[in-house]
């Protein structure tokens, strides 16, 4: 028996990513309204959804789920060692299940859902969650290459962040709602 370390870290992985659908989920739902409730505070809408986009929507699972992949890594990584890139396969996962989920459904019935659009968000943090406790009890005991994924996920924050400010005008950075793009799109709600 170490002193430090956990005991079962397969079983603690496990009680995390199912413990974390819950955190995920919650965390993200309120990223939905955190810029809006922040008075349109810009450092807060950098992590928050600041319009209707695609894109936006995907930072709602991305931040909680590196908030909690940071957490595990503190308690596992004597155990997994190699960590991130089973977390990284996880988290990259769930933006494309959405993506191709919400564009799907828009294909096939000319239409959106929020019913739909909420069960895919729920869905594809599951599967990521599941996709994640696999991969890194597949890969996270061998050698580490945790810079890798590491870079690729904070190169994925720093996308989300430069394109909350300045976003290529693509469909997937378009609100539905405004037609427009980026963080200015709320602010005409004010006047």
């Known amino acids: 028996m170490r002193s430090r370390g956990i005991q079962d870290p397969k079983k603690f992985l496990l009680a995390t990513e199912i413990g974390g659908i819950f955190f995920i989920v919650f965390v993200g739902a309120a990223l939905h309204f955190t810029y809006e409730w922040s008075g349109h505070n810009v450092v807060v809408g950098a992590f928050s959804a600041v319009n209707e986009s695609v894109w936006e929507h995907l930072k709602l699972p991305f931040f909680p789920a590196l ?53 895919l ?30 870079a690729a996920l904070i190169a994925y924050a720093i996308l989300f962040i430069a394109f909350t400010f300045s976003p290529p005008e693509l469909e997937i950075f378009r609100d539905p709602l405004t037609g427009e793009f980026g963080i200015h799109a709320h602010h005409h709600h004010d006047h």
């Not at 599951?126 to 810079?147: E, H, L, R, W």
């Open 67 to 119: 908030m909690l992949a940071t957490v595990q890594y503190a308690f596992l990584r004597k155990s997994y060692p190699n960590f991130f890139i089973g977390k990284a396969i996880g988290v990259f996962s769930v933006p494309v299940m959405i993506v191709v989920g919400f564009y799907g459904y828009e294909a096939i019935f000319h239409s959106s859902n929020l019913a739909y659009d909420i069960g």
């Open 121 to 150: 968000f729920v869905a594809s943090v599951i599967a990521g969650q599941i996709i994640s406790y696999k991969a890194v009890t597949k890969y996270g005991d061998k050698a580490p290459v945790n810079f890798l994924p590491i």
